[in-house]
């Protein structure tokens, strides 16, 4: 067994947009409480927008979805004070501020899929190029809702964080640029432990999950998301230290950090919680 405590909890409310760093959640069948609740849907292509497909997408990691403190969800534009989600004109604003016309959704399609970029490819061409790309069907592995890409939880060890930062010398390379639900600091646990977890439990406060795979990685941990900038290596790095074959996604070799996990018993995390991994 190995053991730890949670050092952070993060929901994202809107898929692709920026999200928010919580205390404490819930975790119910759907993965923490209102996380990729919602997406915006390509009018033209009924696809969902993702920064998958940076070309496209990429200024959707401009935007921020929030909790306010009466419980709104509100998204925050670049130099505009916040939008309530649900609030009147907020597809047209997405539209212009995108240059394409999309709509606010909560309801996922179960033949509902997004593009993804190659993510070498945007490292080689740059996130303003057309590059090749495959259609992904979304949350595979999610049958109870919400706009995932594939799993409705993603869990990420400090120790394999910390090993990618350091391989690439930059600091910027933070835990919000992967997008996880979860970190979890587990000290006897080595950088990329995740890989060897499929099949195993994770039991965090009043909660238990199911891991299963490592988690693939795309090109939007290299993109300019918030705060802050482009970092290259935050691709690179796991490109160059951690490629394994995942059965489940097709034959080769994929750069992962992190592990994809289900609720396998719903209740309360906080940060700081004790963490034990059953493997």
Not at 54 to 73: H, I, K, M, S
Request: aromatic share 6%.
């Amino acid at each position: 067994m190995i053991t730890g405590r949670l050092e952070a909890i993060w929901r994202h409310p809107v898929k692709s947009l920026l999200g928010e760093s919580l205390g404490a959640a819930a975790i119910g069948p759907a993965g923490v409480e209102g996380d990729r609740a919602y997406a915006l849907v390509d009018v033209e292509t009924g696809k969902v927008a993702s920064a998958k497909r940076p070309q496209l997408w990429r200024r959707l990691l401009e935007v921020g979805a929030e909790t306010a403190p009466d419980g709104e969800l509100r998204v925050r534009f670049p130099a505009r004070d916040p939008e309530p989600l649900g609030g009147a004109g907020i597809d047209q604003l997405f539209s212009e501020f995108l240059g394409r016309k999309v709509r606010l959704s909560a309801l996922r399609r179960s033949s509902q899929s997004l593009d993804r970029s190659v993510p070498e490819e945007v490292l080689a061409a740059g996130e303003g190029e057309a590059v090749g790309m495959t259609d992904l069907p979304i949350a595979q592995a999610a049958p109870d809702g919400g706009f995932f890409d594939y799993a409705p939880i993603h869990v990420l060890t400090r120790a394999s964080l910390d090993r990618i930062r350091q391989a690439c010398g930059d600091d910027t390379v933070t835990a919000e640029r992967y997008r996880p639900n979860l970190v979890i600091d587990c000290p006897d646990a080595p950088a990329f432990a995740e890989n060897g977890w499929t099949g195993g439990e994770i039991q965090i406060g009043g909660a238990a999950l199911k891991i299963i795979c490592p988690t693939p990685r795309c090109s939007v941990p290299m993109l300019a998301q918030g705060a802050l900038g482009r970092a290259p290596g935050a691709l690179t790095a796991v490109l160059e230290l951690n490629r394994i074959e995942l059965p489940d996604f097709g034959p080769g070799l994929y750069p992962c950090l992190g592990a994809f996990a289900a609720p396998a018993a719903p209740g309360r995390v906080r940060v700081g919680d004790p963490v034990s991994v059953l493997i």
